[in-house]
């Protein structure tokens, strides 16, 4: 009886030990892979594809300045953002929060929420730009 309990006891505390591992850190991006024009290569909202942001770009200035379409109205505008290496935060026009989830050389895969929609948007890039654009 005593080595049913004590075997019970040792069986919670692994159980409890690795639930309490940190499983899902998210990988970190290089900042100078961000910067340069991407344009949309497929877009998802609530996980369903849609082809209605065909035109949707995006700029990104070491300056901290961006450049998107990605507004309600579709018109292009320019907004201060952060990026530290894992989340992109738009400051600005409706202040956005981007996850990527993968970023290389020519494609970059981010999500944010939108007008109360989640969004998935893959993006390929087209041009490096003048990324030191003050």
């Given at each position: 009886?005593?080595?049913?309990?004590?075997?019970?006891?040792?069986?919670?505390?692994?159980?409890?030990?690795?639930?309490?591992?940190?499983?899902?850190?998210?990988?970190?991006?290089?900042?100078?892979?961000?910067?340069?024009?991407?344009?949309?290569?497929?877009?998802?909202?609530?996980?369903?594809?849609?082809?209605?942001?065909?035109?949707?770009?995006?700029?990104f200035?070491?300056?901290?300045?961006?450049?998107?379409?990605?507004?309600?109205?579709?018109?292009?505008?320019?907004?201060?953002y952060?990026?530290?290496?894992?989340?992109?935060?738009?400051?600005?026009?409706?202040?956005?929060?981007y996850?990527?989830?993968?970023?290389?050389?020519?494609?970059?895969?981010?999500?944010?929420?939108?007008?109360?929609?989640?969004?998935?948007?893959?993006?390929?890039?087209?041009?490096?730009?003048?990324?030191?654009?003050?």
């Amino acid at each position: 009886m005593y080595l049913n309990k004590l075997s019970l006891l040792l069986l919670a505390v692994l159980l409890f030990s690795s639930a309490c591992k940190d499983e899902t850190k998210r990988p970190s991006f290089d900042k100078d892979l961000l910067y340069g024009r991407w344009d949309l290569s497929q877009a998802w909202r609530s996980n369903r594809p849609i082809e209605t942001l065909d035109d949707l770009f995006y700029e990104f200035y070491k300056n901290g300045k961006m450049r998107t379409n990605f507004t309600l109205d579709m018109t292009p505008g320019e907004f201060d953002y952060s990026f530290d290496g894992q989340v992109i935060e738009q400051k600005g026009g409706g202040d956005l929060v981007y996850m990527v989830d993968s970023l290389g050389h020519d494609k970059l895969i981010m999500t944010t929420v939108f007008s109360n929609y989640p969004f998935r948007l893959a993006l390929d890039k087209t041009d490096t730009l003048s990324i030191n654009r003050q």
